[in-house]
């Protein structure tokens, strides 16, 4: 009998589940403004500028308390903080409803953000709850929600924002975080003793803090600002001076809030990369597609698509990657998680491949098939990479670890905005007066983005994984990664 997981109660299935939801919520709240862009400057007497900043805040503040979340998860539990990562989001919400002016609106994305450790937490916690045989399939659940919830966010907010106020988005979205925060609270339980000691590495997480808010709105803006201006060099410069800083900091103190002789790890530091190239190719489609959806008819290779019917064509993507999520962890219990996230990441480059003679086609259910293959293959390695990851760390530094991987992640996520934007603003055609992305221009952001998926395929498919101490591939997921420790032993054999 196993006596390293807690007697939890509460079944697996049911804490898989309630779970997962908690990951769907906070992932709404990315899109949940989308539809509202193009609104924002008129509701709140603001310039488009100004009012971009709603959707930079979530990002920036995501990116700054996730890895922070993450090591007070393994330091006073993931449980705890779980419940506590919810409360910005519950008054983010409700400071967002009930904003009149742009600031206000811009402080409430921000504390929304906030709740994005949701994710790698409670990832994390399914391996203290979940019996060893069903965690593979509940990683990549659980992985899979963060999909699920973005997709399912823009048909959602822009049916929301047709019939009713605005407001009622973020209302909802409140109750939504509340209902959540008490089903953790009754149902999940507590997980392992908190096996992380020692004090909190304050200076460390301002050191991070301070350069990845450089370094993100650098990326974020640099297309405003223009690339060669003072600003955005000066972040950048900032943003790696700083790093420099932190991690000879993080290296010396014996209580660093980022383990990076553990992040060097082959195994680890190869996961993060090829994460990095996932989240780029993943986003890369999300950024190009609804465009294509949306233009005009009459440029000759728009759709001419409301946003709630773009929303609605996007949306089956996110609920294939749940589903297909089971498929993903079978693959992984069968040949490890290695091979998963390499063939995901190759399912993504083929998404992209059938996306170039369907640009300019006038299909929608062509460009459906597209973010349905590539959906699939981001279910596939999203649900690869934890596996790998806490395979390789210590039980202390599950969360944290996970953390890591998801700002890798995002990380990615961003530059491809930048980058895709680059490349659409440079490849332009005239329509009535006004500078519109060209065909071409699409057709370059695709193939970018399978080049980027071959290369996430490359990367994963080198990973060395390896058998760990105490804390390794037995704890992590058996079902999952016994294939590759396997492969090991025979060949030290």
């Known amino acids: 009998m196993d006596s390293s997981k807690p007697d939890a109660g509460p079944g697996p299935g049911r804490v898989v589940g309630i779970l997962a939801f908690a990951g769907i919520v906070a992932a709404i709240t990315q899109t949940l403004v989308v539809p509202l862009i193009g609104e924002l400057p008129s509701l709140f007497d603001t310039s488009a500028s100004n009012a971009s900043w709603v959707i930079t805040a979530t990002l920036l503040a995501a990116s700054v308390v996730t890895p922070v979340a993450g090591r007070l998860g393994d330091m006073y539990g993931k449980k705890r903080m779980l419940l506590v990562s919810l409360v910005p989001l519950v008054l ?4 967002c ?7 206000p609106m811009i402080a409430g ?7 994005m450790g949701v994710v790698p937490l409670g990832i994390s916690l399914l391996r203290d709850v979940v019996p060893a045989e069903k965690l593979g399939s509940s990683i990549a659940v659980m992985s899979a929600s963060m999909g699920v919830g973005g997709a399912l966010g823009l048909p959602f907010s822009a049916a929301i924002a047709e019939n009713a106020s605005w407001r009622v988005l973020f209302w909802v979205v409140a109750a939504l975080a509340l209902a959540v925060a008490t089903l953790i609270s009754v149902f999940v339980p507590d997980g392992r003793e908190n096996t992380a000691s020692g004090r909190f590495d304050v200076l460390g997480a301002i050191g991070l803090g301070i350069a990845l808010i450089c370094l993100l ?9 223009g690339w060669g201006s003072g600003t955005t060099l000066g972040l950048f410069a900032v943003a790696v001076i700083v790093l420099l800083a932190w991690g000879r900091w993080e290296l010396r103190n014996a209580e660093p809030l980022v383990d990076l002789r553990v992040t060097a790890r082959p195994q680890v530091l190869m996961t993060n990369a090829a994460s990095i190239l996932v989240g780029f190719a993943m986003y890369a489609q999300s950024l190009v597609i609804p465009q294509l959806l949306q233009l005009p008819k009459e440029t000759g290779y728009g759709l001419g698509e409301s946003m709630l019917a773009m929303g609605l064509w996007m949306a089956p993507a996110g609920l294939m990657m749940m589903l297909m999520s089971p498929l993903g962890a079978m693959l992984s219990a069968k040949s490890g998680p290695r091979i998963t996230l390499s063939v995901g990441s190759l399912i993504v480059a083929v998404g992209y491949g059938i996306s170039l003679p369907l640009v300019g086609s006038g299909s929608a259910w062509g460009l459906l098939a597209v973010t349905i293959v590539c959906s699939t293959g981001v279910g596939f390695a999203y649900g690869a990479m934890p596996a790998l990851i806490m395979s390789a760390v210590p039980q202390s530094e599950t969360a944290s670890a996970n953390s890591f991987n998801t700002l890798m992640r995002a990380i990615g996520s961003s530059v491809s905005a930048a980058v895709i934007g680059v490349v659409l603003a440079q490849m332009t055609t005239d329509f009535g007066g006004f500078a519109l992305p060209s065909e071409a221009g699409f057709r370059a952001a695709m193939m970018l983005g399978c080049g980027v998926g071959l290369a996430a395929a490359v990367v994963a498919f080198l990973i060395p994984v390896r058998p760990v101490e105490a804390t390794s591939a037995a704890e992590a997921a058996p079902e999952a990664l016994a294939p590759e420790v396997s492969h090991v032993s025979e060949a030290k054999g």
């Open 109 to 115: 994305r921000g504390l929304q953000g906030m709740g």
């Open 217 to 225: 709105l650098a990326v974020s803006k640099g297309a405003d600002w």
């Open 92 to 95: 983010g919400s409700v400071l």
């Open 97 to 103: 409803a009930l904003s009149s002016s742009v600031i």
